[in-house]
């Protein structure tokens, strides 16, 4: 994975006040951490880092400019609007391009599996993998493919071929995705359905028993 640069400024303010004004700015709140380096309170231009995670994903390797100095960073959190998912605040975690580190990367399907053909559907169980690597070895996403699947059929973590830079630290034995018959797959999203129902119960019935006491 290639390093994108970042441009970013010592944040001299904190606060929820000052953070809403440089937001109004199109500048982020943001920190930068890591092992080598004291935790500095930054702010960075929001559009560029937006165009950052659009070209490489929240899990892009990032070089952090600040005050003449370059920091390797990646992101540890952004934390979002959960009404419009505007980014609202972003962590950068400095790190050593020598030493392996544990994060996630996405999983994306490829090919086309004859199992969906015949009118079976695709179950995604995981969407990411943990995995273990140097940071310029980080993959923007593992591709998982589903063409040999038919109904009944499922790809397990142990199924898959990487690069051996990268170290997969899933259980083997986890299954990724498997395709099933319509019916089957409509019989486990009404028992999700009914589960979800009965926890919302259950958590109506705790609140109204706590609002008498």
């Known amino acids: 994975m290639e390093a994108l640069a970042l441009e970013a400024k010592i944040r001299e303010n904190k606060g929820k006040g000052y953070a809403k004004?440089?937001?109004r700015e199109?500048?982020?709140?943001?920190v930068l951490y890591g092992p080598e380096v004291e935790t500095?309170?930054?702010?960075?231009?929001?559009?560029?880092?937006e165009k950052i995670i659009n070209k490489a994903g929240e899990r892009a390797l990032i070089k952090l400019k600040v005050d003449g100095k370059e920091y390797m960073t990646l992101i540890r959190e952004i934390q979002r609007s959960p009404v419009k998912g505007e980014i609202l605040h972003a962590d950068f975690y400095q790190v050593s391009l020598k030493e392996e580190l544990e994060?996630?990367?996405p999983i994306v399907f490829v090919g086309e599996s004859p199992g969906i053909k015949e009118g079976g559907v695709l179950q995604h169980l995981l969407?990411?993998?943990?995995?273990?690597?140097?940071?310029t070895k980080i993959p923007e996403h593992i591709e998982v493919d589903i063409s040999g699947l038919g109904i009944g059929d499922s790809v397990t973590v142990g199924d898959l071929k990487v690069s051996e830079d990268i170290e997969i630290l899933n259980d083997p034995d986890t299954v990724i995705a498997s395709v099933v018959a319509v019916s089957a797959a409509e019989?486990?999203?009404e028992a999700e359905e009914a589960e979800g129902e009965?926890?919302?119960?259950?958590?109506?019935a705790e609140k109204e028993a706590s609002e008498e006491e």
């Open 21 to 23: 004004k440089i937001r």
């Open 26 to 30: 199109g500048l982020l709140p943001s």
């Open 40 to 49: 500095l309170p930054l702010q960075v231009q929001t559009r560029e880092l």
């Open 103 to 105: 994060t996630q990367v």
């Open 127 to 135: 969407r990411e993998l943990d995995i273990k690597c140097l940071p």
């Open 187 to 189: 019989v486990e999203e």
């Open 198 to 204: 009965a926890e919302g119960e259950k958590e109506g």
